[in-house]
């Protein structure tokens, strides 16, 4: 249940509800709310002389619902935003992992060429093998800042573990939950309290109502910038790396208000897709696209067969924009 409060309730009397009602407090656009888990279907006694409204929820996609927010929320990110009626897809791009100072300087170089505004890289790399390339660490997290005062870009970056959660926070513009840590709960709830900008991505073997309830750990801490990204689901297909479930992106952005951003790098896993799956993301309207490339993917330390190289990523980009104006949406 989602309780709004009388505009007129001071804060120090609705933190005393939201105790006596066990329940979440954060701050609406018209006053302070209050969040209880679905299974409560009435209004504590408590609460009604301070309730101008409330809902009830058949599961706990509540705060992330459109019965809460029926519009897309909207996230700035100082000189252009996500999501809301921006008509934005923002396309976030950049290599797998930050490598080198060359490297990554490159990466940004062809950002901000081609207009476009994040530069995405990870410093610290969730990898399946002990024995691959782990990251930078820190090393890559000042690279990454340094290419945001160079070039004028936004940054997203990773958390892989809650190892070094505060240092992403001081480097990133944008925090990334992989789907490796879309689960764990002490890396949602410092991004929850963190307010800046969060996108998880949904986990291989995770359905959309567990996918739609970790974003809601991060918003019922009062952070309300959450964006999700599906980048592909475990299937019985072989040939690929992942399946990109376009139904499930369908489904959320239905009955969600979080914007939508799509990964077509890890869902193929092969380079060759990526364009086609990229054009058919962009076709369904969506808010953004988070893309590797690479300036020698044959080289690259991480994700070398799904980069794109520089000159393919111009293409795509190019390929995209007739795409957008056809759905109303501007690449950017």
Not at 34 to 63: C, G, M, W, Y
Not at 78 to 106: D, H, L, R
Not at 165 to 173: E, G, K, L, Y
Not at 287 to 304: C, F, N, R, T, W
Request: hydrophobic share 40%; aromatic share 6%.
């Amino acid at each position: 249940m989602i309780v709004f409060l009388k505009s007129d309730t001071s804060h120090q009397r609705a933190q005393e509800l939201a105790s006596s009602a066990e329940a979440f407090l954060i701050s609406g656009p018209d006053g302070f709310v209050l969040i209880n888990s679905s299974s409560v279907k009435t209004l504590a006694p408590q609460l009604e002389a301070h309730t101008r409204d409330f809902i009830v929820f058949a599961d706990d996609l509540q705060l992330g619902s459109k019965k809460y927010q029926s519009q897309t929320r909207e996230i700035s990110f100082g000189s252009f935003s996500i999501g809301g009626n921006t008509g934005n897809t923002v396309v976030m791009s950049g290599p797998c992992s930050v490598e080198s100072k060359a490297q990554i300087e490159s990466s940004a170089g062809l950002v901000q060429e081609l207009g476009l505004k994040v530069l995405r890289a990870g410093a610290f790399k969730p990898r399946t093998s002990p024995y691959t390339f782990q990251g930078l660490g820190t090393e890559g997290l000042a690279l990454l800042s340094e290419m945001r005062e160079r070039f004028g870009l936004t940054i997203i970056s990773e958390i892989r573990d809650g190892s070094h959660v505060a240092d992403v926070i001081a480097h990133a513009d944008i925090l990334q939950i992989g789907a490796k840590s879309m689960y764990d709960h002490a890396i949602l709830k410092a991004c929850g309290k963190s307010g800046k900008p969060v996108l998880i991505k949904r986990g291989f073997g995770t359905t959309l109502q567990e996918f739609v309830q970790a974003a809601e750990f991060v918003l019922s801490l009062g952070n309300p910038n959450v964006m999700l990204c599906e980048r592909g689901i475990r299937s019985f297909e072989t040939k690929t790396r992942f399946t990109l479930d376009l139904c499930g992106v369908a489904w959320l952005k239905e009955h969600t208000n979080f914007p939508i951003v799509l990964d077509p790098s890890h869902a193929m896993g092969y380079a060759y897709g990526v364009p086609d799956l990229a054009r058919a993301c962009v076709a369904m309207g969506v808010d953004g696209l988070l893309i590797e490339v690479h300036p020698e993917p044959g080289k690259a330390l991480s994700d070398a067969s799904q980069q794109l190289n520089h000159s393919e990523f111009r293409q795509l980009i190019a390929s995209l924009h007739p795409i957008a104006t056809a759905v109303g949406k501007r690449i950017c």
